[in-house]
């Protein structure tokens, strides 16, 4: 209840995002702009198609036939649990997660997501895959549930960095 408000806004966004409506995208083979690196040959040989500029898409690439994937990552290390007393920092993690798990409801053919966390022992914690959000309210206790058991039990140190590396 606290976070519906929140939720309610994010909903809105979601459903308002038109994918590659907005987007550009590099048209080749222009007399000007900015150089294709892959022309380079074709430069050198007196070519003046060598080019490429951002323009708007064909309406026919403008439908999105995938899911956009987005990935969030949480921090479940000890210092989370450590100072949530102090500042509440793993309770509005839990809270965003809540949300997060509510807004993308219904937008599977829209929107996949995954949640991945990391402490001081691992870089990667795979909490909810692609394409299989958790769909029950207890499923998604279930993930909050972890997240917390975690923050307490892990040991102390530091894998913010390394979650990037895994991840990208």
């Given at each position: 209840a606290t976070i519906?408000?929140?939720?309610?806004?994010?909903?809105?966004?979601?459903?308002?995002?038109?994918?590659?409506?907005?987007?550009?995208?590099?048209?080749k083979l222009q007399v000007s702009g900015d150089l294709d690196d892959t022309r380079l040959v074709d430069l050198a040989v007196g070519d003046k198609n060598v080019y490429k500029k951002r323009?708007?898409?064909?309406?026919i690439f403008r439908?999105?036939?995938?899911?956009?994937?987005?990935?969030?990552v949480v921090d479940m290390s000890s210092s989370m649990s450590?100072?949530?007393?102090?500042?509440?920092?793993?309770?509005?993690?839990?809270?965003?997660?809540?949300?997060?798990?509510?807004?993308?409801?219904?937008f599977g053919n829209k929107y996949s997501y995954s949640v991945v966390g990391h402490d001081g022992e691992s870089a990667f914690i795979p909490l909810v895959d692609y394409d299989a959000p958790p769909a029950t309210r207890e499923e998604r206790k279930k993930v909050v549930e972890k997240v917390y058991w975690n923050a307490s039990f892990c040991a102390s140190g530091d894998n913010t960095l390394g979650v990037f590396f895994l991840i990208f």
């Open positions: 519906a408000p929140d939720v309610a806004q994010l909903r809105v966004i979601l459903e308002q995002v038109e994918a590659n409506e907005k987007e550009r995208a590099w048209v323009a708007d898409v064909d309406p439908i999105q036939r995938l899911p956009k994937r987005i990935r969030f450590r100072f949530n007393g102090v500042d509440r920092r793993l309770d509005r993690m839990a809270a965003t997660l809540v949300m997060i798990f509510e807004a993308f409801d219904g």
